[in-house]
């Protein structure tokens, strides 16, 4: 299998553009999960779904994020317009169930650098 | 609210030292503890996973334990090398659909 794919795997662009993230999750896997890591806030969750359902999205800092899973291959976060602020990796896992208990695996992540 | 704290947050050790790395988290009523390593630029690889029901894992040089009464895991590395060099993290498991809480890291180098 070949694990998480997430692309790009570098995104530079300037403020007030529109940046869009990309995921494929393992084949199989129902549930997906957003994370974003800063040097100063560490690893948070952001949002996850499962079964292409959104669970939860409380941890999404603004308006200005928004996320969708479409089918059980993909999903998109998105931030219109980014600021500076949120320049930094974003990581998406997956698991077979979302049940309480599953094992996650991480994609490479996105290093994202807002100007 | 769940809370994970990780300490030290670095650790720097010669080669061949075994060597444990702390994790605490402040509400014992987790599903499952997942430990994780992180090497620089790069993303996270899972390590071990320990169910709630169970005292520790085991794989290969790493042995990692739980401890829900005392709200304390622990992940014991063997015979250090320097390829084990990297950041560990860990992260408890609610019963809020898998959803991972994160502590902030040890960051371990293992010195030649």
């Known amino acids: 299998d070949a694990g998480v794919i997430q692309s790009p795997r570098h995104e530079v662009t300037e403020m007030g553009q529109e940046v869009t993230l990309r995921c494929k999750p393992i084949?199989?896997?129902?549930?997906l999960f957003w994370y974003r890591q800063t040097m100063m806030r560490g690893l948070e969750l952001l949002i996850y779904?499962?079964?292409?359902?959104?669970?939860?999205d409380s941890g999404m800092p603004e308006d200005r994020f928004s996320a969708k899973m479409p089918n059980a291959s993909f999903s998109t976060l998105k931030i219109q317009p980014s600021e500076p602020r949120d320049s930094a990796v974003y990581f998406c896992?997956?698991?077979?169930?979302?049940?309480?208990?599953?094992?996650?695996?991480f994609g490479p992540g996105t290093r994202l650098t807002v100007l | 609210k769940q809370e994970v704290t990780q300490i030290p947050a670095a650790l720097s050790v010669p080669e061949g030292e075994n060597l444990v790395l702390n994790c605490s988290f402040t509400?014992?009523?987790?599903?499952?503890l997942q430990w994780f390593r992180q090497d620089p630029g790069k993303g996270l690889t899972s390590l071990l996973l320990?169910?709630?029901?169970?005292r520790e894992q085991t794989s290969g040089r790493l042995n990692a334990s739980l401890d829900k009464s005392s709200g304390r895991s622990t992940l014991y590395i063997a015979a250090s090398q320097p390829g084990d060099s990297a950041t560990y993290l860990c992260a408890a498991g609610g019963n809020q659909g898998g959803k991972l809480i994160f502590g902030q890291g040890t960051e371990l180098s293992v010195k030649p």
């Open positions: 084949s199989g896997h129902n549930s």
């Open positions: 896992a997956t698991s077979t169930s979302g049940r309480a208990g599953d094992e996650q695996f």
């Open positions: 509400d014992s009523a987790i599903y499952n």
């Open positions: 320990i169910q709630s029901s169970q």
């Open positions: 779904f499962n079964n292409n359902v959104p669970i939860d």
